[in-house]
T-cell receptor, first 113, second 113 residues
């Protein structure tokens, strides 16, 4: 079985500060890992994905994530938060079975001016 | 490109009523799925389909029915609505493959009274 755990349902940062959103995975096979973002009243859109080509993955809007097998982690970071980054962020995993994506419970990011 | 289109955007039902949430995609994706999003619980998989004529249950299938007669369409039916089905519903589609991006519709906000 595969799953992801997101630590912290709410994270607040000041504008310009580092953003760190945590995701740990559990998988019996090498996982494919994703980060999605959801802006208010919208669907989810892909930020970035890990597919084993490189452990440091760069995504859209200045976000990146590092796959660490020894820590079973795939944390999302951005060096400098912008007001437009305020949204809910979801980590997801797939890797076995019928192509299904399994999501974490989400982290709501608030950016303080 | 329209991508994934869901209708309606909002719906209020009375307990015991039935309805169908529509989902259509124009990307020729084999895989389609339905999720429900509830506060603090992330997205949970209801049903999925790996191709026309093939459907299967996800994590929370009770009270829902699906069919897949064409590649493009994947409707979700609520047979007898219950207040516990109050949620935001998202349809998603992906190309076949564990590392592919899922594309989401804008969601349907359903309230059952």
């Amino acid at each position: 079985a595969q799953s992801v755990t997101q630590l912290g349902s709410h994270v607040s940062v000041s504008e310009g500060a580092l953003v760190l959103l945590r995701c740990n995975y559990s998988s019996s096979v090498p996982p494919y890992l994703f980060w999605y973002v959801q802006y208010p009243n919208q669907g989810l859109q892909l930020l970035l994905k890990y597919t084993s080509a490189a452990t440091l993955v760069k995504g859209i809007n200045g976000f990146e994530a590092e796959f660490k097998k020894s820590e079973t982690s795939f944390h999302l970071t951005k060096p400098s938060a912008h007001m437009s980054d305020a949204a809910e962020y979801f980590c997801a995993v797939s890797g076995t079975g019928a192509n299904n994506l399994f999501f974490g419970t989400g982290t709501r990011l608030t950016v303080i001016p | 490109n329209a991508g994934v289109t869901q209708t309606p955007k909002f719906q209020v039902l009375k307990t015991g009523q039935s309805m169908t949430l529509q989902c259509a995609q124009d990307m020729n994706h084999e895989y389609m799925s339905w999720y429900r999003q509830d506060p603090g619980m992330g997205l949970r998989l209801i049903h999925y389909s790996v191709g026309a004529g093939i459907t299967d249950q996800g994590e929370v299938p009770n009270g829902y029915n699906v069919s897949r007669s064409t590649t493009e369409d994947f409707p979700l039916r609520l047979l007898s609505a219950a207040p516990s089905q109050t949620s935001v519903y998202f349809c998603a589609s992906r190309k076949t493959g564990m590392n592919t991006e899922a594309f989401f519709g804008q969601g349907t906000r359903l309230t059952v009274v």
